[in-house]
């Protein structure tokens, strides 16, 4: 049997030398992102589906909302899981960030910080959870490091 050979550019994609602190951000975080994506496209635990979430993005000027609806939706659901499974955890953070960067400016930043008044202060922990796994990858616990140690 013949072992799989990784591209050095993918190796480097995945490549982690993090420890098993990542974890601890991946699970919480990509059950979080998971459920909210689940949400945006699915209407799953109190969620509005691609229908309603797409109204409201139009509202708020993001255009055309359906279709932003299913990027966002589609990057929180899938880059949930694929935090949680420690698969492509880079590229999955990059995007989750981007997706937390673009909701704190159009929807929250307006609100202060503070939850309670609809503030920036979970879309910011959540960028910054993304921003630390984009940066230290999945770490020793991840299907990224399993991969790359071949």
């Known amino acids: 049997m013949t072992s799989l050979t990784i591209p050095n550019a993918v190796r480097r994609l995945l490549?982690?030398?993090?420890?098993?602190?990542?974890?601890?951000?991946?699970?919480?975080?990509?059950?979080?992102?998971?459920?909210?994506?689940?949400?945006?496209?699915?209407?799953?635990?109190?969620g509005y589906g691609l229908e309603g979430t797409g109204q409201f993005m139009a509202s708020r000027g993001l255009t055309p909302g359906y279709l932003m609806a299913l990027l966002v939706g589609s990057a929180e659901f899938f880059g949930g899981l694929a935090l949680l499974s420690g698969l492509l955890v880079r590229p999955a953070a990059a995007t989750l960030a981007f997706a937390m960067l673009v909701a704190i400016l159009s929807v929250h930043i307006s609100h202060g910080l503070f939850m309670a008044?609809?503030?920036?202060?979970?879309?910011?922990?959540?960028?910054a959870a993304s921003v630390s796994l984009l940066i230290s990858g999945g770490g020793r616990l991840s299907v990224d490091a399993a991969l790359t140690s071949r």
């Open 15 to 46: 490549s982690t030398d993090a420890g098993w602190s990542p974890l601890a951000l991946r699970i919480p975080i990509g059950v979080i992102f998971a459920a909210h994506g689940a949400q945006k496209l699915f209407g799953a635990f109190g």
């Open 117 to 127: 008044n609809n503030g920036y202060e979970f879309g910011l922990a959540l960028l």
